[in-house]
């Protein structure tokens, strides 16, 4: 019989995610979310498996896998109840520095990130004036000799204090001396190791879910020409791709998010007996878990069409950004099914609902928010007038 899962192919990377993933119950991230601490174990678990290199080639000592298969890692330690935040933008920078990455910054990095004694896990773009307009970013790189001295403010740059190096966008070029506004933004990939404190101060933030999250900011850093990735004044190209994949891996984890509230939701509806009778039985109780289960597999298809248009080569930057506010749409309505179903006891933190319930809002914000999604897809598809920025009236 012919088989319609678009991850068929994959079914061994998801039963070896399942095995790393069992050893990390739903106790010892309650555990960690308790202490705001970063789940060491569970990443050292990955490296040491081979799934945090899935993606580096291996001629550098990874699995040369494709995003298709990075993302059903992503999806299925989700699926399982897990988190991926403490890793996953090892996943998505590694596009930018295998499509860009000068051959020696390959030779470097790349083996020691796969096998896990360095890490690439912080990704510097976003700062507080300029939030999702990229092109207003205020941090600056400035060529002295041979070196970039670095000055600026990032935020929301997750995992920063757990990482060794960085993908930074910064400006290059003033704004008022470029031909086209999309140029003058670089992209370096920095090594934080030797600079933290002297270059380098990075301060976390605390928020409703355990993220590692922080600001990180750059006081006259000096770091080699050759961390330049790329040609200057090209990084928005460069990251634009990366932000691709980034909303392919983030909508893969909402998938597994949502399978996850849904099996939850289901399973307590078939046992939980009230006058007489499961829960289940009560179209009331069926009717959210099915509609969450349709959009759930409307949001899966549009996941993996948009993995393969990246592997086969395209710039999917519609199906990307669809797939990522699709899925996250989708485990939203999981949650608040699942949560709903279980009453009073989906506020208890013993059942890991609550937990993954406030992790799975964040998508509706990051990395990029609906409504930003809406105009692009307005613009893009439509050809609707653009509804903000300079364009804009």
């Not at 068929?8 to 998801?14: M, N, P, T």
């Not at 020696?104 to 690439?120: D, F, H, M, T, V």
């Not at 993996?304 to 248009?309: E, G, K, P």
């Not at 749409?329 to 009453?343: N, P």
């Amino acid at each position: 019989m012919q088989n319609f899962d678009p991850t068929a192919d994959y079914s061994e990377i998801r039963e070896g995610v399942a095995r790393v993933c069992a050893q990390f119950p739903g106790s010892y991230w309650r555990d960690l979310d308790a202490r705001r601490a970063y789940p060491t174990d569970f990443v050292n678990a990955l490296i040491r498996e081979g799934w945090l290199g899935a993606m580096i080639p291996e001629e550098y000592g990874g699995s040369g896998l494709n995003l298709t298969a990075a993302a059903v890692i992503l999806e299925e330690i989700h699926r399982q109840g897990c988190n991926a935040a403490a890793c996953h933008a090892q996943m998505y920078t590694m596009g930018t520095v295998l499509r860009h990455g000068s051959a020696e910054q390959k030779r470097r990095y790349l083996p020691s990130i796969a096998n896990g004694s360095l890490r690439l896990q912080a990704f510097g773009v976003t700062e507080p004036t300029s939030g999702t307009d990229t092109l207003s970013l205020k941090t600056t790189a400035r060529r002295e000799g041979d070196e970039w001295v670095i000055n600026g403010q990032k935020i929301w740059t997750s995992r920063a204090e757990h990482s060794d190096l960085m993908v930074l966008l910064a400006r290059t070029t003033p704004r008022d001396k470029v031909a086209s506004r999309t140029d003058g933004l670089s992209v370096f990939l920095v090594d934080m190791r030797a600079h933290l404190g002297k270059g380098i101060d990075i301060r976390p933030i605390r928020t409703m879910m355990n993220h590692a999250t922080t600001e990180v900011f750059f006081d006259n850093l000096r770091i080699p020409a050759d961390a330049l990735v790329g040609e200057e004044g090209k990084g928005f190209r460069y990251i634009l791709s990366g932000m691709n994949s980034e909303r392919i891996l983030i909508a893969a984890e909402c998938v597994g998010d949502a399978k996850w509230f849904l099996k939850k939701g289901a399973d307590y509806a078939k046992e939980r007996i009230v006058f007489g009778a499961p829960i289940g039985r009560n179209q009331g109780v069926q009717f959210p878990l099915a509609r969450a289960q349709a959009h759930l597999m409307a949001a899966e298809a549009i996941v993996y069409r948009a993995a393969a248009m990246y592997d086969a080569g395209h710039n999917p930057g519609v199906e990307a950004n669809t797939a990522k506010m699709l899925a996250a749409d989708a485990s939203w309505e999981a949650a608040e099914a699942c949560l709903q179903t279980h009453g009073g006891f989906g506020f208890a933190e013993e059942y890991d609902i609550e937990r993954k319930f406030r992790e799975a809002r964040l998508y509706q914000v990051a990395p990029i928010s609906t409504n930003l999604i809406l105009c692009y897809i307005a613009e893009q598809v439509l050809g609707l007038p653009k509804s903000y920025g300079e364009a804009r009236g």
